[in-house]
């Protein structure tokens, strides 16, 4: 019995955790990006259930523990660029184009070859770049509301050192506590506290196409899908890419008229449900991913209630609280892009464009970002040395975002299930 109930309890904690980190981050972009409050309420609520749709799907379909969340990553890119000229019609009319992308990678391996092409430091830096605006607002908080902020950030610390998976929903839990008792009861009438379906007709402009859709599914591909790959190879697992694509980007597709902005393989949480702690045999472990799919889709439920909260609480306070969750993954992206003393100057360029935040020609930073390190790295490649004792050796290519991260090849997506991964044992 033990054995049936424990991958169910790792994808219960999973779904938990994987909501509870990040829906203030989903919030926040959503409502950057022009939605209202119902609107970004369904948003979220569609999120939650095409997560769960795929998840059960992949993980009983495939026997893997492929667990799907939305784009952490492509939320906090919302919060950056802002609302698209055209407001959010436009920006679902984004959604939906990136969706399309995720599917054409999924179905044209070339297209997903291309994407993990992008060299890892450019790739790293635009995303600490988009990144960066959230991450700061924790110290922003501290100075515009000391004594709200301060018990969200102390909570924060407290659990990050000895309970770390649950930091980050511990601050929740000390945000929503601060929201109530300094928000005055009549805040919340008239709230929708149950959500509903918000359909909006998209609309399309090549501004938003060229600078909200193409970062969005570069960001969704480079930080949530390949190391969500990249998670299940360093478990043992064969999963495959093309399948995987190609459900997540139609659930994307399904999401986006009702304000949903991505659907993707989970990075972060990814662990949770692939690792040891959720069943000592993998080949049972994919009940916890379908586990956390259904959790996930219950979940969305309380959208209303999330948004209604967020809607009455200070702004500076729900950034702060998204910014905790993204610590780090901002640690990992500059991690990834200054690693290599070769780019580490096209890195930095690139950052320091995504995180300026200029528009041009109505395109937002981080595609001028991707284009300024690229053209970095074009300019300043180093020619093969002419043979001879002193010279120096050829510098190393730089290798794609899928090696770097040992992902498998992308030329044949569909792999088997299994590349006969090792039997784990309680305690490994």
């Known amino acids: 019995m033990a054995g049936r109930v424990q991958p169910v309890l790792a994808g219960v904690v999973t779904a938990l955790v994987g909501f509870a980190s990040s829906f203030t981050v989903v919030l926040a972009g959503l409502r950057?990006?022009?939605?209202?409050?119902?609107?970004?309420?369904?948003?979220?609520l569609a999120l939650c259930v095409a997560c769960g749709l795929a998840a059960a799907w992949l993980g009983w379909r495939h026997r893997i523990p492929m667990s799907v969340a939305w784009s952490t990553p492509g939320a906090a890119l919302l919060v950056a660029t802002g609302p698209p000229l055209g407001g959010w019609p436009v920006a679902v009319g984004a959604f939906l184009v990136s969706g399309a992308?995720?599917?054409?990678?999924?179905?044209?391996?070339?297209l997903g070859r291309a994407v993990a092409a992008i060299p890892k430091p450019v790739a790293g830096a635009m995303l600490a770049g988009v990144l960066l605006p959230l991450c700061t607002a924790p110290v922003r908080a501290l100075v515009e509301l000391p004594l709200v902020a301060g018990p969200v950030v102390v909570g924060w610390l407290l659990l990050h050192r000895f309970a770390r998976r649950w930091a980050v929903p511990g601050a929740l839990v000390v945000a929503v506590a601060a929201i109530a008792l300094t928000t005055p009861p009549a805040g919340l009438t008239g709230a929708a506290l149950v959500p509903s379906v918000?359909?909006?007709?998209?609309?399309?402009n090549v501004s938003a196409l060229v600078g909200?859709?193409?970062?969005?599914?570069?960001?969704t591909m480079a930080a949530q899908n390949v190391p969500g790959m990249a998670v299940l190879v360093g478990y043992g697992y064969r999963p495959p890419f093309g399948a995987a694509?190609?459900?997540?980007?139609?659930?994307?597709?399904?999401?986006?008229?009702?304000?949903?902005?991505?659907?993707?393989?989970?990075a972060i949480t990814a662990a949770l449900a692939?690792?040891?702690?959720?069943?000592?045999?993998?080949?049972?472990?994919?009940?916890?991913s379908v586990t956390a799919g259904v959790g996930l889709a219950l979940l969305g439920l309380g959208a209303g209630v999330g948004t209604a909260l967020v809607a009455v609480a200070p702004p500076i306070l729900i950034e702060a609280v998204a910014g905790l969750a993204l610590l780090g993954a901002l640690a990992t992206a500059l991690a990834s892009a200054v690693t290599d003393p070769e780019t580490r100057e096209a890195a930095v360029v690139t950052f320091v464009v995504t995180a300026s935040g200029v528009t041009l020609i109505g395109v937002g930073g981080a595609f001028w970002g991707l284009v300024a390190g690229c053209l970095m790295l074009l300019l300043f490649r180093r020619r093969p040395p002419a043979d001879g004792p002193d010279?120096?050796?050829?510098?190393?290519?730089?290798?794609?975002?899928?090696?770097?991260?040992?992902?498998?090849?992308?030329?044949?997506?569909?792999?088997?299930?299994?590349?006969?991964?090792?039997?784990?044992?309680?305690?490994?």
Request: hydrophobic share 50%; proline share 14%; no cysteine.
């Open 101 to 110: 992308l995720i599917v054409a990678a999924g179905l044209f391996p070339p």
């Open 274 to 288: 692939a690792g040891p702690d959720a069943h000592p045999d993998p080949e049972r472990r994919w009940v916890a």
């Open 198 to 204: 918000t359909l909006t007709a998209p609309a399309w």
């Open 32 to 44: 950057a990006a022009g939605a209202s409050d119902a609107q970004a309420a369904s948003g979220l």
């Open 391 to 428: 010279q120096p050796g050829p510098a190393a290519p730089e290798q794609p975002a899928s090696a770097a991260l040992g992902q498998p090849a992308l030329a044949a997506p569909d792999q088997p299930a299994f590349a006969a991964p090792e039997r784990s044992t309680r305690g490994s």
């Open 245 to 266: 694509l190609r459900a997540t980007g139609l659930a994307s597709l399904l999401a986006a008229p009702a304000g949903g902005h991505a659907v993707n393989l989970a």
């Open 212 to 219: 909200l859709a193409l970062p969005l599914f570069l960001v």
